[in-house]
Structures are given as C-alpha cells and as structure tokens.
C-alpha cells in the first residue's frame, strides 16, 4: 500500500440555525454546525474539496441573501478556506483544483478566493445554478462565482465504479487518486468525492446527509430533520435513496471507506484528532 495521504480536515463555517426553529426544520437547541472542508496535500499540488464562506461572503455578507440569517452565520475571517490554508504554512495559489460537492452558498463561497483553480462540479450542479429558479433563490447566491471561475463540469461516469456507485475519474495530474460520485437529491446535480488516501478511501458525501443517524442501521431521522429535507431537497426521494445506499457503504465497506457529511461538528473534530488512520488528518480547527 503507497504512503498514507495527507489530508486536512478545515473548518470553513460556523452556523448556528435558531432563525430555522419557528419553522420547524431545527431543534429547539440546534448548537452550531460546520463547513467541513477538505484540503489535500497532492504530489503536484493542493486540492480543496468545498470552500465553505469566502473573504467576499465576510466583506459583504449581504451577498449571502435572507438564507445567512435563517442558517445563523457566523462569518469570521479567520475561518475561510484561504486563511485556514495559509495558517497550515502553505500557499493559497498552489490550489489547483476545487471541487465543489455543489454549489449552495455555505460551500462556494471561497470559491473567489482561488480564482486560479480549476473548480469541478457534477455538470447538472452548473445548469441548476446559473439557472436559478425560483424555488433555488436562496441557495444559490450568483455574486460569489461572480469572478468567472474556470468551470469543469463533468456528465459523463467511467463506466468503471466504485464501491456500487458511478464514479468520474479526476484530477489525475496532480498524482491522487480522486472519484466524484453523483449523489443528486439535495441539489440537481450534487455529488460527493472518493480520495484514495493511500491507507483506505475518504468519502466526503457533502449534504448527501446531515447527521451520521441518517446512515445509521436501520436509519432516524428527526421530525425536524425530516421537515428539512422535504423543504430544502431538489429531489426528496432521491435524497433518501442514496442516503440509504451510503448507510450500505459504511456499514458494509467500514474497513476501508470512511464517510463523512459537511455539516456534523463531532465528525470534524474527530478527523482533526487524528494522527493515524484513514486520513491523517491534521487538526486545524476554530
């Protein structure tokens, strides 16, 4: 087995949803959650999966329209993916490619601050943003891929899969091995992304899920949980359908595929932990 893959676990966003509670899509207490971002130490360059809020998103937080205030927002520079890579010691501009599970605005908005990277989606992601219907308003938020990022939207599976799930073969040139796996349901076109990391598989699965629960044998869902993912779902049944096919993964591939969600803080925390393991996460957090 090839050397273990450095693999950073950043916290890009902290949210503190009590503007979702009247509605009944939080708990009383919801606490905070996190954009859980991933920062990879390629051989030929650094890759960041989601970027979390941005420099422009704390600059002008009115960019981030009425959903900032239902989903608390806490907008600290500090906690941009720029800043948490430069903290790291390394160079923002060696980020040659994002990947961007899909494009609501608590994971794209750093997207400004690479403007040099090549940013990969799911191809439908694209469509449904730069459309913007009515009923997507508030998640996509146009002014922070205002810059006119260098787009690479991807259709097309290998044909070969992974695990059970079509995979897109990625970013060979930078000498890891990386699968954007569609996973639409929250979004039209969101997708999460399988990163070999030399000592097992790391499935970033975005907003696939919200809460480990959701993945559980057999699966629980709170009442608010539930009322979420039928307000703010592209596709609610396809949402439930590949969270139950990612609960099959865990369960059934627990010895070498790790899965993760963007917005579980304990998670975040117990990558960052880590000094051995599937990752070799780094502790970078708040």
């Known amino acids: 087995m090839s050397t273990p893959l450095r693999i950073h676990h950043l916290d890009c966003g902290t949210m503190c949803p009590h503007g979702l509670v009247p509605l009944g899509l939080a708990p009383p207490d919801p606490g905070h959650l996190v954009a859980h971002c991933l920062l990879v130490e390629a051989p030929a360059g650094l890759v960041l999966v989601d970027t979390g809020y941005g420099t422009g998103d704390v600059a002008d937080p009115r960019r981030l ?82 810059h006119g990022p260098r787009w690479a939207p991807h259709a097309t599976p290998d044909g070969d899969r992974w695990r059970g799930f079509e995979r897109v073969s990625l970013v060979a040139d930078v000498g890891v091995q990386i699968a954007l796996v569609p996973l639409p349901g929250h979004s039209a076109g969101h997708a999460g992304y399988a990163i070999d990391t030399g000592a097992g598989w790391l499935l970033h699965a975005g907003d696939a899920f919200l809460h480990p629960d959701e993945i559980a044998t057999p699966p629980v869902r709170s009442r608010s949980l539930r009322a979420y ?9 396809l949402l439930l359908e590949n969270a139950a096919r990612l609960g099959e993964l865990a369960r059934d591939h627990a010895d070498d595929v790790d899965v993760l969600c963007s917005h579980d803080a304990v998670a975040l925390r117990r990558h960052q932990a880590l000094r051995d393991g599937p990752s070799r996460a780094l502790a970078n957090g708040a």
């Open 65 to 146: 329209g009425p959903a900032r205030h239902l989903l608390g927002a806490r907008l600290d520079p500090r906690q941009t993916a720029v800043a948490r890579v430069r903290a790291l010691g390394l160079d923002p501009a060696d980020v040659r490619h994002v990947l961007v599970t899909h494009l609501d605005l608590d994971h794209a908005g750093g997207l400004g601050d690479f403007p040099n990277a090549t940013v990969h989606l799911h191809a439908p992601e694209l469509v449904a943003a730069r459309a913007r219907r009515r009923d997507a308003r508030l998640r996509y938020r146009p002014a922070q891929w205002a």
């Open 229 to 237: 993912h039928r307000l703010n779902s592209a596709d609610h049944g």
